[in-house]
């Protein structure tokens, strides 16, 4: 097992209902060292995509996107949730169903940051659905730019995430991939 | 100059009424060799503090203390402004007005990540009214635990925020110390 995997098996909490609690360690209060070897990885394992920006979305995306772009030396886009009032009328938008709020979510990313031909590394905290990551893949092409990877923390397999992306044909990692979580016991993909 | 203050001239944008844009690198698009750089002064400023813990405010506050965080070797706390479904229901809520938002929002930190006793160093990207950095500080108080340092990497001191704050006799630094912005040229105090 991995540093990761280590810690979810150690801290993480199964509350029922495909929900993982990793809130001690990444969601809400965040293991620095932990997060920086994660973003080590991810820069590893997508060296050789060519990748010159990394996109993720607000807000525990934030954490693990920081740490590998420090890494990779390249520029992190955040998608944010609201518009603030310094980004301008014309946006990039797209919806996707929030699995935790259950609603739709905005996800929204100024022109100004995405621009025509940028190879674009997406990088989030889960992947489940896969929703969350498609909508970043929309915006995206919208903008012009190319997906070139996709790495996720934690990814539940069960939940068809991996299905979702596969037509994109493009690389897609997770450091932690949960293959069940039947009655609160956290079993992992090639583990 | 320092390297945030070079950015701030070069990049920043000033939109009136006291706004200013910095989304090219801190508060959308993050340069991570910038705000990793502002992590390490920011360690090397609080390294006498005794800080147990790093605490800030969803969203922008998390990309600095994540930096902070890393250089620092501690564990980083971001305060939400929605409660997630994994949290649990007794919490530690506060409100603060948003100046970006025209109204108020919550604060909420869980009581499993911010316990008694600890020695709390707050980061956020601004200090300007000071609002929701004392809005960090009154959670910090709930919990019985005791802020050592306030580090922001903007500080507008035109909006008085350093004399909100100078009750707590604790040190207060900010990378970049805008003294005035009028007619959109920014002057840095000590510079």
């Known amino acids: 097992m991995n540093e990761l995997q280590e810690r979810i098996v150690k801290d993480g909490k199964y509350l029922g209902n495909g929900i993982l609690k990793v809130d001690s360690f990444v969601n809400h209060q965040v293991d620095p060292n932990l997060m920086d070897a994660c973003g080590r990885e991810f820069a590893k394992r997508f060296a050789n995509t060519g990748a010159t920006k990394i996109l993720t979305a607000e807000i525990s995306g934030i954490a693990p996107a920081l740490t590998t772009a420090i890494h990779m030396k390249l520029p992190v886009v955040y998608a944010r949730k609201t518009k603030p009032i310094t980004m301008p009328d014309q946006v990039y938008l797209t919806l996707a169903p929030s699995h935790t709020k259950g609603?739709?979510?905005?996800?929204?990313?100024?022109?100004?940051?995405?621009?025509?031909?940028?190879?674009?590394?997406?990088?989030?905290?889960?992947?489940?659905?896969?929703?969350?990551?498609?909508?970043?893949?929309?915006?995206?092409?919208?903008?012009?730019s190319t997906v070139v990877g996709i790495g996720t923390l934690i990814e539940k397999s069960f939940e068809g995430g991996r299905d979702a992306l596969s037509s994109l044909n493009i690389p897609i990692e997770s450091i932690a991939c949960i293959k069940s979580m039947d009655e609160g016991k956290i079993e992992f993909v090639d583990s």
């Open 103 to 144: 609603r739709m979510v905005e996800l929204i990313v100024s022109p100004e940051y995405l621009a025509n031909n940028e190879k674009v590394l997406i990088i989030d905290d889960f992947l489940a659905s896969g929703q969350t990551i498609l909508g970043l893949v929309r915006l995206t092409e919208a903008s012009g």
